[in-house]
Structure formats: C-alpha cells, structure tokens
Nanobody, 128 residues
Framework: QIQLAESGGGTVQAGGSLRLSCVAS?????????MGWFRQAPGKEREMVAL?????????YSASVKGRFAISKQDNAKDTVYLQMNSLKPEDSAVYYC???????????????????WGQGTQVTVSD
C-alpha cells in the first residue's frame, strides 16, 4: 500500500518562501515513479503545480508558478520530492497535494498523466 506524507505547509507573508516535502512509503516495485504537486483553493478545481519524472528528472510546471517554484527529488531516495516555493503570492494559497504513480514507458509525467495516489494535503496560506 503506497502512502504519501506531505509536510512543510504554513502561513507566510507575500514575497516569502516555503518548502514542501513529500515522502512515499510502501513503494516496493517502482524504481522511477512520477511524482509531484497539485493544489486546490476553496471554490476552485484542483490544478497541477509541478511534476517530476524521478527517472530522468524532467520537470513540468504550471505557467502561474514557473520561475518561482522548483520541484526536485532527493538524491538516492526516489520516493522523496520537494517543492521550493519562492516569491509567494496570496493567490498561491491553497491545499497542496502530493501525487504519485508508477511510470509508463514513453509517457511523460505531465498534467495529462493519471495520478492515482494522493496525500492528505498540506495547507499553504499567503497573507498580503
């Protein structure tokens, strides 16, 4: 049973930074999973934030966070990813969810990929 645990959320003033972490436990079979972050604000649909192919480290970002956020994976720990969030804006406030799924040959780990494993979410609040 794959389980995801997020941490690092909190409240920060606009312009500040936060770093989110996600650890996937129970993964015994998949060497290079797709992992990443989605977010959902009240009254809005869940949207992709940043995704990473843990095999080749290829990354994908939404236009709204590109240049401000950076997703990375921990070296020698395939099931741990981070989201460094800089220059935070009030509109970044949301519940951030970690996502995980086994890789598929020839398929990019982007927002069209079907992620089936999700964390419980961590709240990020940016005050102005």
């Amino acid at each position: 049973q794959i389980q995801l645990a997020e941490s690092g959320g909190g409240t920060v003033q606009a312009g500040g930074s936060l770093r989110l972490s996600c650890v996937a436990s129970g993964n015994k079979y998949y060497r290079t999973p797709c992992m990443g972050w989605f977010r959902q604000a009240p009254g809005k649909e869940r949207e992709m934030v940043a995704l990473i192919d843990t095999g080749d480290s290829r990354t994908y970002y939404s236009a709204s966070v590109k240049g401000r956020f950076a997703i990375s994976k921990q070296d020698n720990a395939k099931d741990t990813v981070y989201l460094q969030m800089n220059s935070l804006k009030p509109e970044d406030s949301a519940v951030y969810y970690c996502a995980f799924d086994p890789p598929s040959v020839g398929v990019a780990c982007d927002d069209r990929y079907l992620y089936n494993y999700w964390g419980q979410g961590t709240q990020v609040t940016v005050s102005d």
